[in-house]
């Protein structure tokens, strides 16, 4: 007998609580796969996830199903979450600012931020009373809806540029203070006017004078005790709790405990809960391990769980039914609402980019950006309609001009980024794109007597044709010790010193005279000039780079950081120098090279009536090859010199192919592009210096990296110098799995091979990279200037 009564009033009410939590939960899992997907499909336009997740709030909360779900105690319930939600949202953004700017003279970026909210809150002002947002004109209101149109959604558009590569550069980094101005401004001003103009009327028998100070004294103490308490409470955690060891939970709640203590002090008197948070936010130490915890793990709750419920919540409250499409009200109401928010951050941006001597278009493009709407502006119209303040259709209108706001945003950046790139130097600083008629400047770094003959048989095989001729900047690399750093005299000029260190100045006067001693006899299209990198190896690799820049050089020559013994084989290293050669490898603005000397510098000269010197090229695949191909170009001009490229192709048989679409993942489209560009390149090499018969040429078949090891050892001791590219980068079936065994990673797959100790104590080796571009936009540094 069952015990169940399927008549029980228990039952039914039980099946159907189930059967709601159940749709509810249906629906917000539907949110988020919806959200993702859109977001994804949008992704090849560059759109940020608000825009999808607008959309789809918009679409799924109108559906009439939707509403069916919701009755007047779900709604509430809603309600509830989204205000919880947005006291998180809004105590985050506070511990992100800092309130202290209003103390300091205004930068740059303040006074752009400034002048574009004065512009467009002077605009919204005088414009909106007269497109009736409400039945009649409510002061309150219209300040509100001024101030709102004047702020920025810093958090949109901080991941907006971040998300576009822009963040390091000049404009990237002006547009992320400014919105961060602009949003902490104007949000400031609401949470004040809140005071005089509360949204919710206060059931009090009492004046509305009596209300506003008492939430004023119960702000001004929130705020006094979370300046000056929660620095102690909080360091005093972080002190307790350093980094790398677990958290203690019951610092951890006394942290949480007291910032919710903090942030609900004004709300008992009636202020706002969401900008009570902010308030308190602001105040709180945006630095040490407890804040970056509140701030990474509110975050992730808001993107995961609050963003899907909250855009439903927009939607469901965004009712289309009562949009009144009809009226021509509406739609003035739209228009003029986006070109007040977009037009006044125009215009004041223009006029302060003036004043600051910013470009036009520069200034254009950051008002633009400025004028980019988000979260907290999404609910301020929705909870101006849920006070009664404006109608659903006002309400709805002010959710879509925000949504406008945001659409345009990627355009802005792609604007950005296509004039960088046109105001970016045309002089690429590589060998393959060097201008013919222009001479080649080589930085040539020594570490020191011992490297001088190297050098000056590397500048002779390296000179080409006397016109136009080669550039060499001879430069000490010298490591900066206490002991020389006490014999440095300043200079009358700014930033000059004078080494007086006697070990030093004699290092650097045997290598001058060794090389001045070759411009004697072989002056013809060869120009030299002295430099000094005197740093400690922390810092040598950025004094290197920014010779280079400077000196506006196409390729780098470094000294391997080991040496070559008496027996033949190469010491352990210098570390520091290797060190070095790593930094400019990764932040060179120019090709760079590593030579690895086992005996250049031993050929007592190299003539220029016969041949002296056999070298080879090795060319596999990509740029690193293609750039040290261009260089042998340049040997291939020496008399005194028998150049052979060794082309390596893979073996073009159906097994072997199969394999390597198994075994070996490439990017297709990638893969075809590099090879049209090697097969370009070594074409017009080939017509240009093999088919006269200049260079000789050999061909390797090759099946994997194993035939490829087999093939590079068999050219031991045939030639005195081999140029290889690095090709680190390239995703080549001929190298595949070398990099398993690398000694020196940064010589590369095939340079380490041929430096290794077990290869030939008689070729020596020139491994080059050409230049690597900083960040992820073709072309262009991420760290670009544009201002």
Known sequence: MSDTNPDDPCSGKLSALFTRVAKHVFGFFLMVVLCNVTHYLLRPFSQPRITSDTFIGLLIGNLRIVHGFFDISAAQTLRFIIDFGMICYMFVLGIEMDPYVLLKLPTKDATVAYAGMLSTFVLAGAITPFLNYTQEFKMNFTLTLSTALSSTASPVLTRLITSHK????????????????????????????????????????????????????????????????????????????????????????????????????????????????????????????????VISKINYLLSTIFYPIFFLWMGFEADFREFEPDQLGTWARLFLLFLIATVGKVAGTVLSGVLLGFRWPESFALGLLLSTKGHYQIYLAIAAKTAGTVSTSTSTVMVIAIFFTVVHAPSVVAYIIKRARKRAPTHRMALQSLDPSKEVRILLGVHGPQDAPTAINFTEISRGTADPGIAIYLTDMIELTDNIAATLVRGDEEDTVTVTDQTVTEMREQVTAAAQAYIDHNSDGVKLRR?????????????????????????????????????????????????????????????????????????????????????????????????????????????????????????????????????????????????????????????????????????????????TYSTLRSLEGQYALIIVGRGGRVNSVLTVGMNDWQQCPELGPIGDVLSGSDFSVKTSVLIIQTNNVRGELDGLDDDFSIM
């Open 531 to 707: 430099l000094l990198a005197l740093s400690t190896f922390s810092g040598m690799s950025q004094d290197i780079c920014i010779l280079a820049e400077d000196l506006m050089t196409a390729l780098i020559i470094l000294p391997f950081h080991k040496r070559q013994r008496a027996d033949g084989t190469l010491d352990a290293g210098h570390p520091g120098f290797r060190y070095v050669n790593r930094k400019v490898l990764r932040n060179a603005p120019c090709s760079v090279g590593i030579l690895v000397d086992r005996g250049l510098g031993l050929v007592e000269k190299i003539s220029r009536s016969y041949t002296s010197l056999n070298v080879a090229v090795i060319f596999i695949s990509g740029k690193d090859d293609r750039e040290a191909l261009a260089y042998a170009g340049r040997v291939a001009c020496h008399p005194g010199v028998k150049l052979t490229v060794i082309r390596f192709l893979v073996e073009n048989s159906s097994e072997n192919t199969s394999r390597r679409a198994s075994s070996h993942r490439v990017n297709v489209a990638e893969q075809e592009e590099e090879m049209k560009l090697d097969d370009e390149c070594f074409a017009e090499f080939y017509e240009r210096y093999v088919a006269g018969g200049q260079v000789a040429y050999m061909e390797k078949h090759l099946a994997n990296s194993a035939e």
């Open 166 to 293: 822009i963040g390091k550069s000049d404009i990237g980094q002006l547009v992320i203070a400014a919105g961060m101005h602009s949003d902490f401004i104007s949000t400031l001003l609401i949470s004040i006017g809140y005071i005089a103009f509360p949204i919710r009327e206060k059931p009090s028998g009492r004046s509305r004078l009596q209300d506003s100070m008492e939430m004023t004294i119960a702000l001004v103490i929130q705020t006094v005790i979370t300046a000056k308490v929660s620095p102690i409470i909080m360091n005093w955690v972080n002190n307790e709790n350093p980094e790398g060891k677990p958290m203690k939970g019951s610092h951890l709640v006394l942290a949480v405990a007291f910032m919710a203590l903090v942030c609900s002090c004004s709300t008992v008197y009636g202020f706002s809960p969401i900008l009570s948070a902010f308030m308190a936010g602001i105040f709180l130490p945006s630095e040490g391990r407890v804040s970056k915890w």
